[in-house]
């Protein structure tokens, strides 16, 4: 008898979870991504120099250039990745500076971009695959609002206080 009762009550709680769960049923959301448009260039050019025919430079822009979010995002996503172990806080250490106006590779957002994604030798290694593009686009903003010369659209609270240009001191 006991048995049958534990039965029974097995089964009215397996009908009870079944129903609820086919009860259930979750909205469909799409999430708009600005990055998601713009795809990988393919062809990015570091210097003036070129074997064969001319071709035109490529023209990409990125998607969150001056927006505070994508700038604050970028940042965490630098310390999650761990960005700041070879280039600490953007001045250099085992890595090279992210503050400095002369870059190898070429410091516009595409070949920062093409840097993260393709990595360099000698060190800098490939995202390719483990960094969603959108957020490897946010991480270059956050790099290039690092420069203390450069005017972002961006609140400044986007950099941390050590890396505020400050007007009238040098900054250090």
């Known amino acids: 008898m006991r048995i049958r009762n534990e039965l029974a009550l097995l089964a009215a709680a397996a009908v009870l979870a079944a129903s609820t769960t086919a009860a259930c049923r979750r909205n469909a959301r799409q999430l708009r991504d600005r990055a998601s448009s713009a795809s ?27 927006n505070a979010y994508g700038i ?12 700041g172990g070879c280039h600490f806080r953007g001045g250099g250490g085992i890595g090279p500076p992210l503050m400095d106006r002369d870059w190898i590779y070429g410091g516009q957002p595409v070949n920062i971009f093409a840097s993260i ?21 946010q991480i270059v903003a956050y790099v290039e609002s690092l420069d203390a010369d450069r005017r972002i659209a961006a609140p400044p609270g986007a950099r941390e206080e050590h890396l505020q240009a400050r007007e009238g001191r040098p900054s250090r």
């Open 117 to 137: 994604i393709e990595g360099r030798p000698n060190g800098m290694p490939s995202w390719r695959g483990r960094i969603p593009t959108n957020q490897v686009w």
């Open 72 to 83: 604050s995002e970028g940042q965490r996503l630098y310390e999650w990745y761990n960005c």
């Open 40 to 66: 990988i260039p393919q062809s990015i050019a570091v210097s003036e120099l070129q074997g064969g025919p001319y071709t035109p430079p490529v023209t990409v822009q990125n998607p969150y250039e001056g």
